[in-house]
């Protein structure tokens, strides 16, 4: 039989051993608790990751689509550069110094330099005489030469002057030339002093009678 004071000490020991076991009980509960309660946060991480790779993912498709596009998009073609063709610059046909006249003469330069004057007329400038061989091929007689015109390089038109060539030149210069036959004649022309020495002989009445004709150089 026990004592009083035996059973007071297996009573302690079994209240402890209950403390005890409540205890890892709580702490169990507790653990657990705190386990539970963390699963969502862990869980939250998986997702935060998947959004990262989706995004990623995108982004790669997004690029793909692009580069596709491009490869797929025909690059513009320049307009091709027009070729600048040169202008044609204008030549005057080539002068002669001999030339049919209205299909009946032909007039050839044979001399052109300039002639000082003995007494009156006086020149207002200076005398240019000029010498051709006229070839009548058709019916009229009387030679075009009052028609022809000196004209400078300045474009100034001189005319004959008839009182020069008849004083110097002699008034025979005027008379007609047989058909078929071929005549020297001389003509005098006053030109101003700076005139040059290239002239046209031109004609009034036919504008496509044009011969050059430069002052010949005295030795």
Known sequence: ??????????????????????????????????ISGGGPANAAEPDVDATATRTAELREISALKTAV??????EATPSPTPTVEPTATATPAAMRTDLAYDDQWVIVVTSFSPVLPSGDPKPAGQFLKLTLTLTNNGD?????????????ASGTSNTVDIKATNALVGENWMTPVKGGQSEDRAMI???????????????KSHPEFRVAVAIEARG
């Not at 009229?140 to 400078?152: G, K, N, S």
């Open 140 to 152: 009229t007689a009387l030679p075009p030469l009052t028609d022809l015109r000196l004209v400078d």
């Open 69 to 74: 596009a491009q490869k797929c998009t025909p």
């Open 189 to 203: 022309f006053d030109v101003p002093l700076d005139a040059g020495t290239s002239f046209t002989l031109v004609s």
């Open 1 to 34: 039989m026990q004592t009083d004071g035996q059973g007071g000490l297996a009573r302690k020991r079994t209240g402890s051993m209950l403390a005890a076991t409540f205890a890892l009980l709580l702490v169990g509960v507790l653990l657990g608790r705190s």
